[in-house]
């Protein structure tokens, strides 16, 4: 369902534009790379690059909304939208440890999920999951366990993992998540 008029009037001028031709061109000039996608009507693409990009300046202080795009290059890198309590949840981490934080995977389209073998209920197919990399926090498995063990402590934490160790105090062993940690929520 498409947000109502009042609340995309209400999103545009929360991120500086006017809900008009204009300013829907504007927003998908700057976040889709297709030029083909760049047509100036409100569509429902349009509908969930909107929602995303207001959750992340909403949510987030540190994150830019393409931080979190499908990188398959197929979709218009928007398949949905980041969800707000997911948004804190990674703010949350890198105001933490107070370090730039590199997002390894965000968003995620069908096609992408099943390039890198995700599974069919991903979180990341709903904008409730993030994969990052954080210098000096999960370069070894030491670090990476310390890390998910602070990880679950916070609100709306529902899984986390990396290569060696997962939320539930278990060895797992993820090679292809190199040394980079998957955190969802609720």
């Known amino acids: 369902m498409k947000l109502t008029k009042p609340k995309r009037i209400k999103y545009f001028r929360f991120l500086g534009l006017e809900y008009n031709r ?8 700057r976040y889709f790379k297709d030029e083909s996608e760049h047509d100036g009507r409100y569509g429902n693409k349009t509908d969930i ?7 992340v300046k909403k949510n987030c202080t540190t994150f830019r909304p393409e931080e979190f795009r499908c990188p398959c290059g197929r979709c218009t890198g928007y398949p949905t939208q980041m ?8 703010q949350r981490i890198r105001d933490h440890y107070g370090r730039s934080m ?9 096609h992408q999920n099943n390039r890198v073998g995700g599974s069919k209920d ?15 926090v999960t370069d070894t498995l ?6 998910i063990r602070y990880i679950r ?4 934490h529902r899984y986390s993992y990396g290569n060696g160790y997962n939320s539930y105090g278990r060895s797992v062993h993820v090679p292809s998540m190199g040394t980079a940690i998957h955190t969802d929520v609720r």
């Open 122 to 136: 991903s979180r990341h197919l709903k904008g409730l999951a993030v994969d990052f990399y954080m210098k000096g």
């Open 102 to 110: 590199t997002v390894t995977s965000g968003l995620r389209c069908e």
């Open 142 to 147: 030491a670090h990476r366990i310390s890390a």
């Open 22 to 29: 204009d300013g829907i061109l504007t927003l998908q000039k």
């Open 153 to 156: 402590t916070l609100p709306n």
């Open 83 to 90: 969800r707000a309590r997911e948004l804190r949840h990674v």
């Open 49 to 55: 690059l909107l929602r995303h990009v207001y959750n």
